[in-house]
Structures are given as C-alpha cells and as structure tokens.
C-alpha cells in the first residue's frame, strides 16, 4: 500500500523505549507553534514509500524492541500506519505512536462514525503520547514529550489500561520506566510489557532505595 513518507529511523533510543524503528508520517494540519517538524505538515509532501517496504526494513533488523509511529501525524494516514503497526505486532514486537490528537479526540471520531480508521490503528498501539504540543507547557526535562499537557498511555485493544511512571535511584544515577495499570494494583516492565516480570515498587523501594516519581498524569 502507498502512502506519504516523510522519514525513516532504522534504529532510535529516543522516540520510545529500547532500540526502535521510526516512520515519520508526511502531513498534519494542526500547525502548532513550535512544531520541530514543519517540513512533515504538507501532505503532497514527503515521498512516496509501501508498507511492504517499511515493514520489510523493520522486521529485517532481529535487535528491534518494535515501531514508532511518528510524524507529522500518524492518524493523518491511519489505513498504512494500520497495516505496518498490525505486521509489527504479528512479528512479537511493540509499537508506539505520538499523535497530535488527544485520546479523547481520537474516540470521539471513532463513536461519530466518521474515522473507523482510527479504530483499526488505536488497536495495535501499545503505547500512545497525545495531544498537541504546546509551546507554553514546553519542557526540556520531559522524557519522551515536548510539552507537559501530552500524556503517555497504556493501551490494550485500543483502550487505556495504564499511564507511565519512572523509577529512578535516589542519587538519581539509574532509572527505568514501568506502567502503572488503572488498577493501580500491578507494575509492568516497560521494556518487556509482555512477560511476566510483574513487580510492586512497594517492595523495591526499601531494598534498594528506588523512587517512584510520575512523569505524566491520565
Ligand atoms: S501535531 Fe505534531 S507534527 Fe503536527 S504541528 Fe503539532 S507538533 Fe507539529
């Protein structure tokens, strides 16, 4: 399937967790201030790539923890990123997406009927970072976000199950990444979301003198 390319990463440390692939989706239309990306909101812009080609190009490389999807806007070409989001999960591995959209925004499309295309993508997205950014709620302390408003979720089946936190060493020398479910009964590994290496910080903490500090609320 063709769709508008506006970058490709073969191997990112930034844009999630582990060692991840990066599709930039040419074309948003939110234009927001500050925007790093300028050059990715024409939607003739970019070029012309295939999903059987960036999928074959991510699951070529054995070290990949998974996909980002990033853009421009993901949900601007929700039927490609569908496609290479749901190849990449088939395949074992994780893909998260950043979109200008709040979740909110994204369901309220889905119930009205008009982007049942954004229903198909939500479901394979096991990490979502929403909302636009915003330059007054700008921050260069914020993992993984630019602006403090966006929130990183959890997803199961296109549905929130959880928000992130860090934890880090109280000298602040380490940290690591969990999920605290809705429940907030369970901690998950971010790094291996799919095993069973559960863990309760109330029992890390004394031991080894981890705090748990939120970066992002629901
Ligand atoms: S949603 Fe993202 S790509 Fe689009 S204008 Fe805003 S910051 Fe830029």
């Given amino acids: 399937m063709k769709f508008r390319l506006a970058g490709f990463l073969s191997e990112s440390i930034t844009d999630g967790t582990g060692f991840r692939a990066v599709v930039f989706f040419q074309g948003c239309l939110r234009a927001c201030p500050g925007c790093q990306n300028p050059q990715t909101h024409d939607p003739m812009g970019g070029s012309e790539s295939t999903t059987e080609e960036m999928i074959e190009k991510i699951l070529a490389d054995p070290y990949l923890d998974g996909v980002t999807l990033s853009g421009g806007e993901p949900f601007f070409q929700p039927e490609p990123a569908a496609v290479i989001a749901e190849a990449v999960k088939a395949a074992g591995k994780n893909v998260w997406a950043f979109t200008g959209y709040t979740y909110e925004e994204l369901q309220k499309g889905i119930e009205e009927g008009t982007h049942d295309d954004w229903a198909r993508l939500l479901k394979s997205i096991d990490v979502l970072v929403d909302g636009p950014f915003l330059l007054a709620e ?6 993984v976000r630019g602006s403090k408003n966006q929130r990183i979720l959890k997803l199961e089946d296109g549905k929130i199950v959880g928000r992130l936190y860090l934890l880090k060493k109280k000298n602040g020398s ?23 290496s559960s863990f309760c910080p109330a029992s890390i903490k004394p031991r080894s003198s981890w705090t748990l500090s939120p970066f992002m609320r629901l």
Avoid: D, G, I, M
């Fill in 138 to 143: 700008k921050s260069l302390e914020l993992k």
């Fill in 174 to 196: 380490q940290a690591r990444a969990v999920f605290l479910s809705c429940e907030r009964q369970s901690f998950q590994s971010f790094r291996t979301p799919s095993n069973s």
